[in-house]
Every structure is written in C-alpha cells, then in structure tokens.
C-alpha cells in the first residue's frame, strides 16, 4: 500500500513539474514572439548599419544592440537560427531603424540587399577648416561654405562637455583628423560630428585629468597642439618643441610663431617676411606673448599628446628647415648662427 501511495505520489509530481515546463514554455514562447514583433524603440530615425565580410552572427548581434536597433541580442541570435539565417546575413551597408522589429530586422540584413552609399575620406592633421571644406567639396560631398558653417560652435556646445563655456565662434581645432568612412549623403553636420565624436574617443579620460593637474584647460592644449601641429613633422620634434613653447610661456618669452603669423596672413611662407612680423594680429605671437586667440589648425593625436607630454630640453629656440629638418638652439646667438646657416641662404 505504501509502494502504490508512493508511486501515486511520484506520478503527481512528474505531472506537475511537467504541466510547469509547459506553462514555462508557453510564457517563453508567447514572450519570444512578442520580443520579435516588437520594435526596439520608437524613433523612426535612418540609421545605416555596416556588416563587415566574415563577420559573425553575435559580433552583429552586439552592433545591432549598441546602436539601439534590437533590445535583446539572444532573441536575436535565436530568431535568425531558428529562420536558418546565419550565413544568410549580406555584407555591406543596410538602412534600418530603432522601430523596426526583430523579424523586419533580419529580413532586411539577409534579403534587402546592401548599400553603397559611403565613401573614404581623408582629413589630413593640420589642415584648417577651410581646407577641410574645400576638400569636401572636391569629393563632391558638401559645400565647402555648409561644411564651415556646420563648425559654428553654437551647434555642438550642447552635446560635446570639452566645448562648454567656451566664447569662440567655430569648432576649429576639434576637427579630429582622420580616415573616415562618410555616407554619400551625409550633410556637413554629420561630417562635423563624427569629427567631434572621435576627438572626444581619442582624448582619453587620463589625458584629460593630467592636462587639469598641470593647471591646464582642454582648450589651452588644443591650441599648443595647433601650433606644434604646423611647426614640427615628425613626432619626436613636435614633443621638444612642445618643451620649448611651454618653457617661453613660463619666462614670459613671445612665442614667435611663424605658423601663427601664417595663419594671421592667410600665407604658407617658411619664412614670413619682415612686413608679416608687423601684422596687428592676436595671432601675431610676435608681437603678443602667450597662446594665441584660437587654434590655427586642427591637429592630430600625435600634436595633441606633445602638447601635453612635451619631452624636457635645454632649448628655447628652434627652426625648421626647407628639407623639414628642425635644429635647436639654447641661445638667441646659436639660434642666429642657425638662422644663418640653414635659412639665410635659402
């Protein structure tokens, strides 16, 4: 009699835990069809979203949630397994939307086809605002004047911290260059924040708490490295030259720029003339000790990392010569013997 009430008992629950994983499946299956069918949010914003050659089905899964356009990556990976998709993904570029569903999602990525809507565009370290329009232009993607009155800082003020409370009228400076991959229809916006947003990628959260320690502003390094950008070529000079510039702030020293007496002339002279050096200019740093206005280009990682890592010397004075080579003085007397040498005759 034990032996039956035992098994009865037994019975009962083998029934109960069954009926409870049919409920659980139930529930599971009636909450991954919803998941599917619903859209991740409800902007309908365009959003072209890459899939590289090779690349597998949880990489796009994570891409697919870091922009916003799926709200769980398992629901994803189990719907295009479940459709036998997973080598049906098309490389190339798609247009989805955060309010697209999971279903319209992946019928997009493996039957829609892919666009070719982007081209490679690259921004040289230096180059100013104005040349990098012009050469947008000359890539037939925005006018040079749209692309310099997408920089007016009151457009970005809002969204990049390293701009607030600053009282200038463009984004020079922050122009980070680069090699990008532009949409063919991207406006000059689009163009200006994506040179934004990885200005903000690439100036670490260290590289910002060292440039506070040294009693520094963002703004103050980024015009150094501006001028460090047009003054030195290989990335050992930009960091002496760094040095020596910091140092000739410290003694009160004019900076005697050639590239800010260039920028303040609108000239791209190695040697400015002597009626240049006369120019009333706040970025004449001839005739005005201290940092210029603004930044005179817009200078790469490289420049920006001198600026605030500048590698100690015993020199104030330098010069570049017509091969690019920069030699260094201690003395104005040995920096007029180089001036001599390698200038004079040139």
């Known amino acids: 009699m034990q032996t039956k009430n035992t098994e009865q008992l037994l019975m009962k629950t083998i029934k109960s835990i069954i009926i409870l994983i049919i409920i659980l499946a139930i529930i599971l299956t009636v909450y991954f069809l919803l998941t599917i069918s619903s859209p991740a949010g409800q902007e309908s914003n ?14 796009i899964s994570a891409n697919l949630k870091d922009q916003n356009l799926i709200n769980n990556k398992l629901i994803f990976e189990t719907y295009i397994w479940l459709k036998k998709s997973e080598t049906k993904v098309l490389a190339g570029t798609h247009k989805l939307s955060s309010n697209m569903t999971v279903r319209e999602v992946v019928e997009t990525l493996t039957t829609g086809g892919s ?24 890539q037939r993607l925005v006018k040079k004047q749209e692309f310099i009155d997408a920089t007016k800082i009151s457009n970005w003020q809002d969204k990049y911290d390293f701009l607030v409370d600053l009282s200038i009228s463009t984004v020079e400076g922050f122009l980070f260059p680069d090699t990008y991959r532009i949409f063919t229809d991207a406006t000059a916006g689009d163009i200006v924040d994506k040179m934004l947003g990885t200005f903000d990628q690439k100036l670490t959260s260290q590289m910002r708490s060292d440039i506070v320690s040294q009693g520094k502003s963002i703004y103050e390094i980024i015009i150094m490295a501006s001028i460090i950008e047009r003054e030195a070529r290989t990335d050992e000079d930009k960091k002496m030259v760094a040095d020596v510039f910091w140092k000739r702030i410290v003694l009160g020293m004019p900076l005697q720029s050639d590239a800010t007496v260039n920028y303040a002339t609108g000239k791209s002279l190695l040697r400015p003339t002597n009626y240049d050096l006369e120019v009333d200019s706040p970025y004449n740093t001839y005739k005005y000790a201290g940092l210029p206005l603004g930044p005179i280009s817009n200078p790469g990682l490289m420049a920006i990392e001198a600026a605030i890592y500048p590698k100690s010397n015993d020199y104030l004075f330098f010069l570049m010569d017509q091969y690019g080579q920069t030699h260094y003085a201690s003395t104005f007397s040995g920096h007029q013997e180089n001036v001599r040498k390698y200038l004079d005759n040139f």
């Not at 365009?46 to 990489?59: A, D, H, K, M, T």
């Not at 070719?116 to 012009?134: F, L, P, V």
């Open 46 to 59: 365009l959003i072209y979203f890459r899939v590289e050659s090779g690349q597998s089905v949880n990489e």
């Open 115 to 138: 666009i070719d809507n982007e081209q490679t565009i690259i921004i040289i370290e230096g180059w100013r605002a104005s040349e990098m329009g012009q050469y947008l232009e000359s």
